[in-house]
């Protein structure tokens, strides 16, 4: 059974940094692409961030674009998000996903959500 | 970068209704595209992919068409436990685009 697991969110004042991390489990995650979604509260879903199986390819939405990087390990099957220069507009639960099927762009699995409240 | 526009934003039906949504690319995306389902309080479900293609496991009164700008999303027969919001993503290209999002409720 499919696994993702993040963690590391929480409240951080704005122009702060934060990292998130996603550990996945029961799926061979060096072959698939992974991503990371967000949602404000009670809003739609907005795609962040994606990467290619071997970190090659890295794709950002334009407003993460040179503050948001986005990495894998995987040795370690996990996932990860830098934070950098937060505002309030990034608070947001912040979903891992798994591509259905290698690097295709949509996603089959969704981990719970990391909460990020970006605040003073 | 290709807008997607889904319509209604929210709709109300009575159990056993005939339910459609529509979603519009601002470009033409071929096949490339996914509906999702998001209950109330959940993460959100992969339903269809490549525009009509039933994720494995997803009741067969949900069905999909389109091809370029124009898709739907029909549920055959609404059940209480189809009430959430559905969103399309369009997968073409990055960035993975989703729609604003259609909520659905039991009249």
């Known amino acids: 059974e499919v696994q993702l697991v993040e963690s590391g969110g929480g409240l951080v004042q704005p122009g702060r940094s934060l990292r998130l991390s996603c550990a996945a489990s029961?799926?061979?995650?060096?072959?698939?692409?992974m991503y990371w979604v967000r949602q404000a509260p009670g809003k739609g879903l907005e795609w962040v961030s994606g990467?290619?199986?071997?970190?090659?390819?890295?794709d950002y939405a334009d407003f993460v674009k040179g503050r948001f990087t986005i990495s894998r390990d995987n040795a370690k099957n996990s996932l990860f998000l830098q934070m950098e220069s937060l505002r309030r507009e990034d608070t947001a639960h912040y979903y891992c996903?798994?591509?259905?099927?290698?690097?295709?762009?949509?996603?089959?699995?969704w981990g719970q959500g990391a909460l990020v409240t970006v605040s003073s | 970068d290709i807008q997607m526009t889904q319509s209604p934003s929210s709709l109300s039906a009575s159990v056993g209704d005939r339910v459609t949504i529509t979603c519009r690319a601002s470009?033409?995306?071929?096949?490339?595209l996914a509906w999702y389902q998001q209950k109330p309080g959940k993460v959100p479900k992969l339903l269809i992919y490549?525009?009509?293609a039933l994720q494995s496991g997803v009741p067969s009164r949900f069905s999909a068409s389109g091809s370029g700008t124009d898709f739907t999303l029909t549920i055959g027969s609404l059940q209480p436990e189809d009430v959430g919001i559905y969103y399309c993503?369009?997968?073409?290209?990055?960035?993975?685009?989703f729609g604003q999002g259609t909520k659905v409720d039991i009249e």
């Open positions: 029961g799926f061979k995650f060096d072959e698939y692409a």
């Open positions: 470009q033409d995306i071929d096949n490339f």
């Open positions: 490549a525009a009509s």
């Open positions: 990467i290619s199986w071997n970190g090659g390819i890295r």
């Open positions: 993503q369009k997968y073409n290209s990055a960035p993975w685009t």
């Open positions: 996903a798994k591509d259905r099927l290698g690097s295709l762009g949509y996603f089959d699995s």
